[in-house]
């Protein structure tokens, strides 16, 4: 069988929260996430932030996370700007412009969104014959691994507050962001600098779930509707609950992002000690390294993987993503076997 480096979600959940679901299982609760364990899980969440004020849900996954929360935001004349890299205009089926809002993608730089780029779409959208930007779109770690810094953050934060713009964070991968290299932001900071973020659990050791942070007073009124409206509201929500206030409460959410993050690092770095050209040195989760045609196909057959990107006719760029139950014995094994097929490549074989 492959083993497979396609994404973070192959796995099921980590033990610890395994064990919580199943020491719970027979308790009954009420549902839709008004239970004991949800709200324990939001008060572990605003103590987390420092934000006592914010409105804490709990949907099940990024993409219908990412429509609730804009759907809700925005009036039905109402845009949404991201890059062109970002989830919701690469990979979500056109979600967000099925709700009735138009996506609004900007050139980003190392994946990130940047103030110019974001004047130069206000500048063009001037009335009432357009759409109305409304809200930035970004996410951390972004689509290509890179992380936001916090003064990258509290620019696009100052710039939201001269133009009445919202802001909202991906956190899919949030945790793999906060735990990288270099990373000088904090949960506080999120709060502080976001109108509405969220928490992602399915990548990061749940088996599934994201929890949603509004810290603008603005967007809190009546979003349990749209959660309902939108197909999000869980019957069982205690699952989530129990899930995250696993997570969160013992520290056991950043040492999962921090493995996921060392394995891809150890990958990273073998790539490069092969001669690998890399599309950009990622500190998360997510490696993209340059293999031929050829050494592409070889690797597939022991390994999954992602085709990212065309580079030329002979090499393209190939996405490897490492998770929090990864172990270490893969990596070196993955990477033994690319070394092999480079060597046979180079003799001919």
Same mark, same amino acid.
């Given at each position: 069988?492959?083993?497979? @480096?396609?994404? #973070?979600?192959?796995?099921?959940?980590?033990?610890?929260?395994?064990?919580?679901?199943?020491e719970?299982?027979?308790?009954?609760?009420?549902?839709? $996430?008004?239970?004991g364990?949800?709200? /324990?899980?939001?008060?572990?969440?605003?103590?987390?932030?420092k934000?006592?004020?914010?409105?804490?849900?709990?949907?099940?996954?990024g993409t219908q996370?990412n429509l609730? %929360?804009?759907?809700a935001?925005l009036r039905?004349?109402e845009a949404?700007?991201?890059?062109?890299?970002?989830?919701?205009?690469?990979h979500?089926?056109?979600?967000?412009?099925?709700c009735?809002h138009?996506?609004?993608?900007?050139?980003?730089n190392?994946? !990130?969104?940047?103030?110019?780029?974001?004047k130069?779409v206000? #500048? %063009?959208?001037i009335?009432e014959?357009? %759409?109305?930007?409304k809200?930035?779109y970004i996410?951390?770690?972004?689509?290509?691994?890179?992380?936001?810094?916090?003064?990258e953050?509290?620019?696009?934060?100052q710039?939201?507050?001269?133009? =009445?713009?919202? +802001?909202?964070l991906?956190?899919?991968?949030?945790?793999?962001? +906060?735990?990288a290299? $270099?990373? =000088?932001?904090? @949960?506080?900071?999120?709060?502080?600098?976001c109108?509405?973020?969220?928490?992602?659990?399915?990548k *990061?050791?749940?088996?599934?779930?994201?929890?949603?942070?509004?810290? *603008?007073?603005?967007?809190?009124?009546?979003f349990?509707?749209m959660?309902?409206?939108?197909?999000?509201?869980?019957?069982? $929500?205690?699952l989530?609950?129990v899930? @995250?206030?696993?997570?969160?409460?013992?520290?056991?959410y950043?040492?999962l992002a !921090?493995?996921?993050? /060392?394995t891809?690092?150890?990958?990273?770095?073998?790539?490069?000690e092969?001669?690998?050209?890399?599309?950009?040195e990622?500190?998360?989760?997510?490696?993209?390294?340059?293999?031929?045609?050829?050494?592409a196909?070889?690797?597939?057959?022991?390994?999954?993987f992602?085709? &990212?990107? !065309?580079?030329?006719?002979?090499?393209d760029?190939?996405?490897?993503?490492?998770? &929090?139950?990864t172990?270490?014995e893969?990596?070196?094994?993955?990477?033994e /076997?690319?070394k092999?097929?480079k060597?046979?490549?180079?003799c001919?074989?």
């Amino acid at each position: 069988m492959k083993y497979s @480096f396609a994404n #973070d979600y192959s796995e099921g959940c980590a033990a610890k929260v395994l064990d919580a679901l199943i020491e719970s299982n027979a308790v009954q609760t009420c549902g839709y $996430g008004l239970d004991g364990y949800c709200e /324990e899980a939001r008060k572990t969440i605003q103590k987390l932030i420092k934000c006592e004020e914010a409105d804490v849900h709990f949907l099940v996954g990024g993409t219908q996370t990412n429509l609730t %929360v804009i759907a809700a935001a925005l009036r039905p004349y109402e845009a949404v700007i991201a890059v062109d890299s970002g989830h919701i205009h690469v990979h979500e089926t056109g979600a967000i412009e099925a709700c009735g809002h138009k996506v609004i993608a900007v050139k980003g730089n190392d994946g !990130k969104l940047e103030v110019e780029a974001v004047k130069s779409v206000l #500048d %063009v959208h001037i009335d009432e014959h357009m %759409v109305k930007p409304k809200m930035l779109y970004i996410s951390n770690a972004t689509e290509i691994g890179t992380i936001y810094k916090k003064a990258e953050l509290q620019a696009l934060r100052q710039f939201c507050d001269q133009n =009445d713009l919202y +802001l909202f964070l991906d956190g899919a991968r949030l945790g793999c962001a +906060l735990n990288a290299e $270099g990373n =000088d932001l904090c @949960f506080a900071d999120l709060a502080a600098l976001c109108d509405v973020f969220y928490i992602g659990g399915t990548k *990061n050791g749940a088996l599934f779930g994201e929890a949603v942070v509004i810290v *603008n007073e603005a967007l809190k009124a009546d979003f349990r509707y749209m959660i309902k409206q939108r197909g999000g509201m869980l019957a069982k $929500g205690r699952l989530l609950g129990v899930q @995250f206030l696993i997570l969160l409460k013992d520290g056991l959410y950043a040492e999962l992002a !921090k493995h996921a993050n /060392e394995t891809a690092q150890h990958l990273q770095k073998g790539m490069k000690e092969l001669g690998c050209q890399l599309l950009l040195e990622s500190p998360t989760n997510q490696v993209f390294a340059a293999l031929s045609h050829e050494e592409a196909k070889r690797l597939s057959q022991s390994y999954t993987f992602n085709h &990212w990107e !065309k580079i030329d006719a002979c090499c393209d760029y190939y996405r490897f993503v490492t998770s &929090w139950a990864t172990p270490i014995e893969a990596v070196d094994g993955l990477l033994e /076997e690319l070394k092999r097929i480079k060597e046979e490549i180079a003799c001919g074989l």
